[in-house]
T-cell receptor, first 112, second 112 residues
Framework: DQQVKQNSPSLSVQEGRISILNCDYT??????FLWYKKYPAEGPTFLIS?????DKNEDGRFTVFLNKSAKHLSLHIVPSQPGDSAVYFCAASSYNNNDMRFGAGTRLTVKP | ETGVTQSPTHLIKTRGQQVTLRCSSQSGHNTVSWYQQALGQGPQFIFQ???????GRGNFPPRFSGLQFPNYSSELNVNALELDDSALYLC???????????FGQGTRLTVV
């Protein structure tokens, strides 16, 4: 059962432009959402998170938006840099729950 | 403060054999989770250990088992290896239940 979906396997943007990565979930019990970035031959690295009591969380160039009614979240990267090129995973869980569900990932390529 | 380290980084085993993967959690973290990441997919939750006790399990058969030691390091054991067990195995440590988990670089297991 794929409870977290990232429908775009890849995304290509020009350096300096905005990158928008999308994620949908089906389980209404999820109340905590995270984005991870993964470079080849490395484990996923935590990027940013948001709890269901918020609809937006910012950290520098990275902003995550949560639309609970649509069960949708997105990650905005502004401005995009070539070093942002990686696979981005969306993950969802509940507070005090041990089972973090991941999407299949979106490969972002930022072109110089 | 040391990060999450996994050993070995690569491993080749024969179908039917048994394998043990190891993980050292980040300093101060008492929770370790294991994930299996097949090619082109997101990480899938195997199980979690909290203070040496199993604290949740995903949809994996009993031949996947684990341990957590008093220093919070952990092992993942897989018996009777099957070809489909070939994957990247990721260990993640965190403080308490969910929060932001920090991943190791993974162990690439190939079953032939």
């Amino acid at each position: 059962d794929q409870q977290v979906k990232q429908n775009s396997p890849s995304l290509s943007v020009q350096e300096g432009r905005i990158s928008i990565l999308n994620c949908d979930y089906t389980n209404s019990m999820f109340d905590y959402f995270l984005w991870y970035k993964k470079y080849p031959a490395e484990g996923p690295t935590f990027l940013i998170s948001i709890s269901s009591i918020k609809d937006k969380n910012e950290d520098g160039r990275f902003t995550v938006f949560l639309n609970k009614s649509a069960k949708h979240l997105s990650l905005h990267i502004v401005p995009s840099q070539p070093g942002d090129s990686a696979v981005y995973f969306c993950a969802a869980s509940s507070y005090n729950n041990n089972d973090m569900r991941f999407g299949a990932g979106t490969r972002l390529t930022v072109k110089p | 403060e040391t990060g999450v380290t996994q050993s070995p980084t690569h491993l080749i085993k024969t179908r039917g054999q048994q394998v043990t993967l190891r993980c050292s959690s980040q300093s101060g973290h008492n929770t370790v989770s294991w994930y299996q990441q097949a090619l082109g997919q997101g990480p899938q939750f195997i199980f979690q250990y909290y203070r040496e006790e199993e604290n949740g399990r995903g949809n994996f058969p009993p031949r996947f088992s684990g341990l957590q030691f008093p220093n919070y390091s952990s092992e993942l054991n897989v018996n009777a290896l099957e070809l489909d067990d070939s994957a990247l195995y990721l260990c993640a440590s965190s403080l308490g239940g969910i929060a932001e988990a920090f991943f190791g670089q993974g162990t690439r297991l190939t079953v032939v």
